[in-house]
């Protein structure tokens, strides 16, 4: 597809389970940010993999989240052990590697813990 | 990474123009400056950026102040689709995108 596309769109789990959230980015785009946005709040930057470098995981709240991306393309964001904090909408984004390079948002996956 | 402060709120009526600032005190020489927007219930959409000279789009305009600390964002007719939470962001040549609280705009027919 030509955007960057997200699945599930929506996601209701119980708490105390796994989840996991997918990012498909733009073709060819070296950089995929995730960020957490919860019911009318600002959006909290989670993680950010740059091309072949080590990922800057210094927005996890907590050892219970986690990424990967796989052969440079696809990324999945993974939550442990869900808490109802973690309710929120889930958004990736990707772009070139450069300071003047436009970021492209996913429509977003919305969690919802019960 | 280097912050940027924007009003929390802004009001404008419908078809007048609009001037949402941006300071960035802190820039440095390599740091583009962002604007993206999120309307309600949408992930964020990229609006403009620029370095140092000042930018047209077919979405707004952006005026940068000659010693880069500040911005404003021109959008030249405002209409109620443009109601929104406008971020302004510096990126550097990593390319790290951090968003702020950004300004809420309202706008009034």
């Known amino acids: 597809g030509a955007g960057v596309s997200q699945s599930p769109s929506n996601k209701v789990t119980e708490k105390g389970k796994d989840v996991e959230l997918r990012c498909d980015p733009i073709?060819?785009?070296?950089?995929l940010y995730w960020y957490r946005q919860s019911l009318g709040q600002g959006l909290e930057f989670l993680i950010y993999?740059?091309?072949?470098?080590?990922?800057?995981k210094s927005g996890l709240p907590s050892d219970r989240f986690s990424a990967e991306r796989t052969g440079g393309s696809v990324s999945t964001l993974t939550i442990q052990r869900t808490q109802q904090e973690d309710s929120a909408v889930y958004l990736c984004?990707?772009?070139?590697?450069?300071?003047?390079?436009?970021?492209?948002f996913g429509q977003g996956t919305r969690l919802t813990v019960v | 990474d280097a912050k940027t402060t924007q009003p929390n709120s802004m009001e404008s009526n419908e078809e007048e123009p609009v001037h949402l600032p941006c300071n960035h005190s802190?820039?440095?020489?390599?740091?583009?400056i962002h604007w993206y927007r999120q309307l309600p219930s949408q992930g964020p959409e990229y609006v403009i950026h620029?370095?140092?000279s000042n930018v047209n789009n077919r979405m707004a305009s952006l005026a940068i102040a000659e010693d880069r600390k500040s911005s404003t964002l021109i959008l030249h007719r405002a209409t109620l689709r443009d109601a929104a939470v406008y971020y302004c962001?510096?990126?550097?040549?990593?390319?790290?995108?951090?968003f702020g609280q950004g300004t809420t705009l309202q706008v009034k027919p």
């Open positions: 984004a990707s772009s070139f590697r450069h300071g003047q390079a436009v970021a492209f």
């Open positions: 073709s060819g785009h070296t950089a």
């Open positions: 993999f740059q091309g072949n470098s080590a990922p800057d």
């Open positions: 802190t820039i440095s020489g390599t740091d583009y």
């Open positions: 620029g370095l140092t």
């Open positions: 962001i510096l990126r550097d040549g990593e390319g790290k995108l951090i």
